[in-house]
């Protein structure tokens, strides 16, 4: 995966919440607003932002995407797909239901777990989010210390209502609509 920043057009039409940026995998399989100043740390696999330079972050948000065999998934919902990937990250003090939302032909399912984390020995959140639209599958997850919760419930809020899959852009710099910076990544030839 290759990391380019572009410079936008002045008559671009790309639009984030305020405080925020607006991130873009592959051209346009995933799409979600995060907070301006975060770090992005590219992975194998995925992409992560921290909000501050690791060692120094509380938090990090990660997302990685894959492509669905162009049949009907209906008959799999994805609250069963994200019960089956939820690992346990430690000692589970508290696994909240599942959230399913529906917005036109996207479908997303995310769960909130407390854990114990056995490193540090202090409580922390994860919340993991899985969404399927136009034959892409995304995971999305947000780990933090339980006493940032009310800091990052709006992020978490934020990445969730901006979440768009299958948004393919043309033009990258002039973007399909507002104001914002963009950060696109583009698959390995």
Known sequence: ??????????????????????????????????????????????????????????????????????IDWSGLPLRFLLAATTEDLGETLERKAIVEERRGSLEIAWQETRFMDPREKRPAISRALMGRDSGIQCLITLAFWVDDEARLDPVWSEVVRSLVLGWYVQDPTRGPAGTGSVSIDEPDD
């Open 1 to 70: 995966m290759e990391q380019q920043t572009l410079r936008l057009r002045k008559d671009h039409h790309w639009k984030a919440s305020p405080g925020y940026a607006i991130f873009v995998l592959n051209r346009g399989d995933v799409r979600f607003d995060y907070p301006e100043d975060w770090v992005i740390q590219h992975e194998q696999g995925s992409v992560k932002f921290h909000d501050r330079e690791p060692p120094q972050d509380n938090c990090v948000l990660e997302v990685s995407c894959g492509y669905l065999a162009p």
